[in-house]
């Protein structure tokens, strides 16, 4: 099978899975080409209401396929900052299940996901210094926000890797499993995703991104879209909600 991204939806999950395993599932510029237009697609599918990125096998995503960085380092680096801008403006929740290696490209696409679920044995990575490559200012900028100045440097500079209870310490990663219970725990908590509003958590996800231009459309959002009431009657009824805000409306 040639280099590609896979996906499915179930249970109101869309899974995404980076499929290159020859190259432990390096992305090729046609990935990264092609990662933006799924993403807007399963945005529009009102039966997402949430979104899973992995990698086929044991392996997460090794970071950009070196071929394309010979070819053209800058266009390369573009096509990878315009598919994790895509993937950090997914307008609903995004968990990145991490096994094996997490590194350069693959960390880059990890941090542009809400959250990161990792097995013990995962290993974590950013690696343009070995290469002489100038990261992307918004990659760099992002895992600032995730793990500190400090760590962000110290992964740059050095570009070693770290374990998963490193990431975890450091909060590139949200949570860390035994290895072989990912797949259990990823379908758990996205259950629980799922079945929570979706008004309250892409309210959430822009103002934890910084977005401080939306309060009123998000007002406005909450008086029109029915799940506050909804939310308070389940709770008074003792019985679970049924939300029903799927996008933004109109007024």
């Known amino acids: 099978m040639e280099p590609q991204l896979l ?3 179930a249970d109101s999950v869309a899974t995404v899975v980076i499929h290159h395993p020859a190259k432990r599932n390096a992305m090729t510029a046609e990935m990264w080409r092609a990662l933006p237009p799924l993403l807007d697609t399963l945005a529009a599918d009102p039966a997402v209401r949430a979104l899973v990125l992995t990698g086929e ?3 997460f995503c090794a970071g950009a396929d070196i071929s394309t960085l010979r070819e053209s380092p800058e266009r390369a ?8 801008e895509a993937l950090a403006a997914f307008p609903k929740p995004t968990l990145a299940a991490v096994r094996g290696h997490c590194v350069g490209g693959g960390t880059q ?3 542009a996901c809400d959250l990161r679920f990792a097995e013990e044995s995962a ?3 950013v690696t343009p210094a070995k290469l002489g490559v100038v990261y992307p200012a918004s990659a760099t900028r992002r895992l600032v926000a995730l793990t500190g100045p400090g760590t962000t440097k110290y992964l740059l500079f050095g570009g070693e890797l770290i374990d998963a209870a490193r990431a975890l310490r450091t909060g590139l990663a949200d949570e860390v499993l035994p290895d072989g219970e990912l797949d259990k725990r990823v379908a758990e908590f996205t259950r629980v995703l799922v079945s929570r509003s979706l008004l309250t958590q892409a309210a959430a996800k822009e103002f934890a991104n910084g977005r401080t231009d939306r309060d009123a459309h998000w007002a406005g959002q909450a008086r029109a879209g029915g799940d506050t009431a909804e939310g308070v009657a389940a709770f008074l ?3 679970p909600p049924r939300f ?3 996008g933004p409306t109109s007024g």
């Open 7 to 9: 996906h499915s939806v």
């Open 57 to 59: 096998g044991a392996t």
């Open 77 to 84: 680096q573009r096509l990878a900052v315009l598919a994790e």
């Open 109 to 111: 696409l990890a941090a």
């Open 123 to 125: 290993l974590f990575g």
């Open 237 to 239: 009824e003792r019985r």
């Open 244 to 246: 029903g805000w799927s």
